[in-house]
C-alpha cells in the first residue's frame, strides 16, 4: 500500500482547527509536535491518493499564514503494518480518489525534468553519439541504450502537465527544452552524417524512414503508459516506455541521413519524430485529465478546462496532417 507522510507547519493557535481536517477516509495516523516562535508541526500518515485532498484543504485553510508550510514526504514502510492496524476496519466501504500521487508532488517531479541546463544539454549530447553510432553500425542494443539515457521524455510530460493545469509559465520552459534538445541532436547527427557514411537499406535505418500508422498507435500507448507511472509513483516502469516511444532515434536518423545526402529519406524520419511528439502529448493530456489532475482554485480549473480543450483539438489536427503527410510520403516513395 503507497503511503505519503504529510508535514505541515501551521500557527499554535489553530492546532484545534486542524485536526477536525483529518476526519477522512485514507487518514491513517497522525500526531503533533510542538515547535518554537508560535508553530506547531502535524504529521499525518496518508494513503498516497488522498494526500491531495489533504493537501489541499490545509491549503485552503491556512495558506494565506506566512508560517504555513507542508512537505510531503513518500514512505518507504511502517511499523506495525497498516493492514494488520485497521484489521478491523477492512470490510467497511471506502471512497477514494484516483490511484495516483498528489499534484503538488507530480508537478515537483515533472517540472524539474524540463529544466535547461547543462545536465540535460550533455545528456542530448552523448545520448546522439551513441545512437548515431548504434545507426552506423546497425547495432539495435546500443540504440536502446541510447533510448534509455535520452532526456527528451521529461519535458514532453511536462507539457502535458502544463497544458492540463493551464500553466503558460512551464508549458513555455518545456517547449524551449524540447526544442533546443532537439535542435543540438539534429545538429550534431548532421555532422556525424558528413563524417560517417550511412546505409539507408540497413534495418534500424529503415525502420526510421518509412512510417507506418502502428508507430503512432505504439506511441499513444507508450505515453499513456509513461503518464499513468508518473501519475502513480512508479517511474521505474518510465524505462519500457524511453524505448517504446522512440524520441531520439529518429531525430538522429533524420540527421544522418541529411548529412549523408539524402533530404528525402530524412524527412521520413523526421515525421516519426513528430508523430511521436504529437501522439505522446496527446495521450499525456488525456491520462492527466482522466487522472483526475486539475488546478487548487476552480477559477483556474476554469480557465485550463478550456485551455485544455483547445490543445487537445490542435494536437488531433496535427496528428492527422502528419498522417497525412506520412501516406503522402510512402506513395512518393513507392513511385
Known amino acids: 500500500m503507497p503511503l505519503r507522510l504529510i508535514e505541515a507547519v501551521i500557527p499554535k493557535q489553530k492546532k484545534e482547527e486542524i485536526e477536525k481536517l483529518f476526519k477522512v477516509e485514507g487518514v491513517i495516523d497522525f500526531w503533533r509536535e510542538e515547535l518554537y516562535e508560535d508553530k506547531t508541526i502535524y504529521k499525518i500518515l496518508v494513503k498516497t491518493e488522498v494526500s491531495e485532498k489533504i493537501i489541499d484543504k490545509l491549503s485552503k485553510k491556512f495558506s494565506k499564514d506566512e508560517r504555513f508550510r507542508i512537505v510531503v514526504v513518500d514512505v ?18 471506502t471512497k477514494i480518489g484516483r490511484l495516483r500521487v498528489s499534484r503538488e508532488e507530480l508537478y515537483s517531479n515533472v517540472s524539474s525534468s524540463a529544466k535547461l541546463n547543462y545536465i540535460y544539454i550533455s545528456m542530448v549530447i552523448l545520448s546522439t553519439i551513441i545512437a548515431a553510432f548504434g545507426f552506423i553500425n546497425n547495432n539495435v542494443v546500443v540504440i536502446i541504450g541510447a533510448m534509455v539515457i535520452a532526456p527528451l521524455l521529461g519535458p514532453n510530460i511536462a507539457i502535458a502537465l502544463a497544458t492540463v493545469l493551464g500553466d503558460i509559465q512551464l508549458e513555455r520552459k518545456a517547449f524551449l527544452t524540447v526544442f533546443v534538445g532537439g535542435f543540438i541532436a539534429f545538429v550534431l547527427a548532421v555532422i556525424l552524417g558528413i563524417l560517417f557514411e550511412v546505409d539507408p537499406a540497413s534495418e534500424e535505418i529503415r525502420k526510421r524512414i518509412f512510417v507506418n500508422f502502428s508507430d503512432i498507435v505504439i506511441a499513444i500507448a507508450s505515453g499513456t503508459a509513461g503518464v499513468l507511472a508518473i501519475t502513480t509513483g512508479e517511474a521505474v516502469s518510465l524505462v519500457g516506455v524511453m524505448v517504446a516511444i522512440s524520441l531520439l532515434p529518429p531525430i538522429v536518423a533524420s540527421g544522418l541521413l541529411l548529412g549523408n545526402g539524402y533530404p528525402l529519406y530524412s524527412i521520413g524520419s523526421m515525421l516519426l519524430f513528430l508523430a511521436n511528439f504529437a501522439s505522446l502529448n496527446l495521450a499525456g493530456v488525456l491520462t492527466f485529465t482522466f487522472q483526475g489532475v486539475r488546478p487548487l482554485k476552480w477559477w483556474e480549473a476554469k480557465k485550463a478546462k478550456e485551455y485544455r480543450k483547445k490543445s487537445i483539438f490542435l494536437w ?11 501516406y503522402l510520403e510512402k506513395v512518393y516513395i513507392r513511385n
Open 316 to 326: 488531433l489536427i496535427l496528428l492527422v496532417l502528419l498522417i497525412v503527410a506520412v
Open 76 to 93: 518507504v514502510a511502517t511499523v506495525p503494518l497498516i493492514e494488520e492496524k485497521q484489521e478491523e476496519t477492512k470490510n467497511k466501504k
